[in-house]
């Protein structure tokens, strides 16, 4: 294998900029319905907000470290100043694009969304009876000091107010209680809509608020700290234990981002700094206006300013008899979200009251806040059987909700695994064994995303039941292993033939399936790979990749946000494209196809090649042998090579390029809800 140069890479967190800013580009469209570019402009202020508390604490780190003179380590030059150029560029186009384009075209259709504008008289009384019976109960105003002790919540919003006294300025915190109320707040008048900001609706009030007192200023903002992150996730050797060292001197939280409207006097805006001990912080003057990604619930609904509806598929085959019969005799697959996800819940709720289940395995890393899935197992318990069921409690932003769910099944008898703190549990998969005349049979899910109906509607997945002995004998060994709460050693090693698993033999097997495809392009046959997936970054199989253009393997990837593989480059990747689809719905299941030859050994799995999948995590990644199932999902990916209106190529700057028009436009989401609606 050819040696890892460092220079053959992207830099992650840029390369993953970059996808947020094919998501901004959505919102700027004229093609994209109103309201759905809307809910882009949200999706951004989303990412982007990850993206300060997930990945900026390292790059702070990374400043810091490059500045010391006894670094040795290569750490890229000017990459925390060249993130925030990107983000400050990607902002004001966000804000151009709210304000010269969504809010002109709200406005032809009669909908005024009141941004930086002072109220209409004709709305001003329903607004304020709002205020007085809805909003005022909310409202908790804090006068600070040195010795306030108190620390705004995590991105939650605030305003900064100064107020007229004797011996100069008072300094105020209020919140904004967006958590409690709507963001937004309608009103009709005269045949006109108007949508305000909960933020605005207390700026007119303030008078009522501070009676006995002049308000000089108010200054909306908010603070950003760290989420809990694994650098092992992310890094390695030496380079991981400074970063860890780094970010161990911290307080828990500490800020990365302290955004704040223009014009807070100077004197006030040190004492907040200092008194939330901000110095080290981001400070980023920004707008008026924070946290769109409340955007989301955006409080109308137009059918001609929204995309089309596309009524969920339903698989009707099975209706008579029970899904187990047919698991039986064929192996069945669901395509989230063109396909109701219906079939899956059946799944569960079949097994929760079936006699003849015995026993129930499950791995759960995200679930719905209203889990079907798991009011289910909960029902399976109290039927008698025997649930057992890994809950991930270290997914990121779920745990809270993982831990009520984990209570709630544990006290109705659910044995509950929890995962061992260094090694997370990703993997979709679910086992039921049912007795039968004496003998056990077995049934099994396995998932290229979590088990969740709530994302089963916006994210693009894929859901294979079979009852394939082989395949489900190694997941009963996986459960086995799981519940031992160990880490894979060479003393309990599992031979996984079927499935591949990370941590066993999921790496190992990817690599000999692309030493396959070079081995046949060095004797002149055809040779191709393809592989879906979120995420592309391990550099192991990246530069196997590389072996593999170079051999003459013609390599189409489809990366949705990161890829640190360099395409396009003579001599290093001249046979690999890169390709990102952004569209109505999340691109999320992992595909892998190997063309063996013609006969096309097909994989689904959870696993993308990120550090954290392959070597911090159980990931499980299963073959598709149904040749009915293995053609659909070759059709799929096939109409989303073509795409060319959602598509965009990834060149070797890392700059999404327009896929050129062909005579036939092709938009890989609808083609594919028109090809599985013809299947049905």
């Not at 107020?163 to 707040?185: H, Q, T």
Request: charge should be neutral; include cysteine; charged fraction near 25%.
């Amino acid at each position: 294998m050819a040696a890892i140069i460092e220079t053959s890479f992207f830099n992650r967190d840029l390369s993953w900029l970059k996808f947020n800013d094919r998501v901004l580009e959505e919102a700027g469209r004229d093609s994209v319905p109103l309201l759905e570019r809307i809910k882009f402009l949200s999706i951004f202020s989303s990412n982007l907000d990850e993206f300060y508390r997930v990945r900026m604490p390292v790059l702070l780190a990374l400043e810091k470290l490059s500045n010391r003179e006894d670094n040795d380590i290569h750490i890229q030059e000017g990459l925390l100043k060249t993130a925030n150029q990107i983000i400050t560029d990607q902002q004001q186009r966000f804000g151009k694009t709210l304000k010269s384009k969504i809010i002109p075209a709200l406005k032809q259709d009669n909908i005024n969304l009141i941004y930086g504008e002072t109220f209409p008289v004709e709305i001003q009384k329903p607004i304020t009876q709002y205020f007085l019976s809805q909003v005022l109960a909310f409202l908790q105003p804090i006068f600070i000091d040195e010795k306030t002790n108190f620390f705004p919540s995590n991105n939650e919003l605030y305003f900064l107010i100064t107020l007229k006294a004797n011996s100069g300025l008072k300094a105020v915190i209020l919140n904004i209680p967006s958590n409690e109320l709507p963001r937004f707040y309608k009103v009709d008048s005269n045949g006109e809509t108007f949508v305000v900001f909960l933020d605005d609706i207390i700026r007119f009030h303030l008078n009522r608020i501070f009676p006995s007192n002049e308000v000089t200023g108010c200054f909306s903002f908010k603070i950003t700290r760290d989420a809990e992150i694994d650098l092992k996730d992310e890094y390695s050797g030496s380079l991981s234990e400074q970063l860890e060292k780094q970010l161990q001197k911290r307080d828990l939280g500490l800020a990365t981002r302290f955004l704040h409207q223009p014009g807070i006097p100077i004197l006030v805006l040190e004492l907040v700094k200092k008194i939330f001990n901000l110095k080290k912080a981001n400070n980023i003057e920004g707008g008026q206006y924070h946290n769109l990604k409340d955007l989301m619930a955006f409080p109308i609904k137009s059918d001609k300013l929204s995309n089309d509806s596309w009524p969920k598929i339903c698989n009707t085959d099975f209706i008579d008899g029970t899904l187990t019969e047919a698991i039986y005799k064929n192996d069945i697959i669901v395509h989230t979200p063109y396909q109701s996800y219906d079939s899956v819940l059946r799944f569960f709720n079949e097994a929760a009251i079936d006699e003849t289940v015995q026993e129930i395995y499950v791995t759960l890393y995200r679930v719905a806040s209203d889990s079907k899935i798991v009011n289910a197992l909960i029902s399976a318990a109290k039927n008698g059987k025997k649930v057992t069921v890994l809950v991930e409690l270290k997914a990121r932003f779920d745990e809270a909700n993982n831990i009520k769910w984990a209570k709630k099944m544990k006290a109705v008898g659910v044995d509950i695994i929890y995962s061992v703190t260094a090694l997370k549990v990703h993997a979709k998969v679910a086992l039921v064994k049912r007795k039968v005349e004496g003998r056990m049979r077995y049934v099994g899910l396995f998932a290229t995303g979590n088990f969740n109906e709530s994302t089963a509607g916006f994210y693009t997945d894929h859901i294979l039941m079979t009852a394939n002995k082989e395949m489900l004998r190694e997941v009963e060994l996986l459960f086995i292993f799981l519940a031992k709460r160990v880490k894979p050693t060479t003393d309990n090693f599992i031979k996984f033939d079927e499935l591949l698993v990370a941590q066993f033999n999921l790496q190992q097997t990817f690599i000999s399936l692309i030493d396959r495809e070079i081995e046949h392009a060095k004797k002149g046959q055809d040779a191709a790979i393809t592989i879906k997936m979120n995420n592309l970054e391990e550099k192991v199989l990246i530069n196997k990749l590389y072996e593999a253009s170079a051999a003459g393997v013609k390599v189409e990837m489809i990366v949705r946000g990161i890829c640190r593989l360099i395409p396009g480059v003579q001599g290093m990747s001249e046979n690999i494209k890169v390709t990102r689809i952004v569209d109505r719905y999340l691109e999320h299941g992992r595909v892998f196809v190997f063309h063996n030859l013609g006969k096309n050994d097909v994989y689904l799995g959870s696993a993308d090649w990120m550090n954290r999948n392959i070597y911090r995590r159980i990931e499980v990644c299963f073959p598709i042998y149904d040749q009915k199932i293995k053609q659909e999902i070759l059709d799929i990916i096939n109409l989303q090579k073509q795409d060319n209106v959602q598509a965009v190529t990834i060149d070797e700057n890392m700059n999404n390029v327009a896929v050129l028009p062909g005579e036939v436009p092709v938009s890989s989401q609808h083609a594919i809800y028109q090809y599985l609606k013809t299947k049905n």
